[in-house]
């Protein structure tokens, strides 16, 4: 085992763990709607959907990195572009899953904002290339 990179995914993960306590904790309940501004995608409750997402998706991103760096830690000798690039691929459906939990209550949305999308052809692109 690298002692390294688990001190490092350690690291990630009590980052991915205060980034996300912080944000649900005492950011994102204290966003009213009231004061965010209407974009071209939507509404100021568009623009507060998409002031969580950022926030929550560097808390998984985060989460991501201290599973692939342990994962590293724990297989040296796992090939590293397989593993990095299936990893990417979690990643980026993780971070779809978020955007769509996001939406549930309005799926219509992710239509005018279609980011999502984006992710997913993100991450077949990075499975495929990883076999």
Do not use: Q, Y
């Not at 709607?33 to 507060?48: A, C, E, N, Y």
């Not at 769509?100 to 904002?113: D, K, V």
């Amino acid at each position: 085992m690298n002692v390294e990179l688990a001190i490092a995914a350690l690291g990630c993960l009590v980052l991915a763990l205060g980034h996300a306590t912080i944000g649900l904790r005492w950011v994102l309940p204290n966003l009213p709607r009231g004061s965010l501004p209407s974009t071209p995608f939507g509404s100021p409750s568009m623009t507060l959907g998409m002031v969580r997402f950022t926030w929550l998706v560097v808390s998984v991103l985060l989460a991501g990195f201290s599973i692939l760096l342990m994962a590293l830690a724990w297989a040296p000798g796992a090939d590293p572009k397989t593993l990095l690039l299936r990893w990417f691929a979690a990643l980026w459906l993780a971070a779809t899953a978020l955007a769509g939990w996001n939406a549930r209550r309005r799926p219509s949305s992710l239509l005018r904002f279609p980011v999502p999308l984006v992710f997913v052809v993100i991450a077949v692109l990075c499975w495929t290339a990883a076999t």
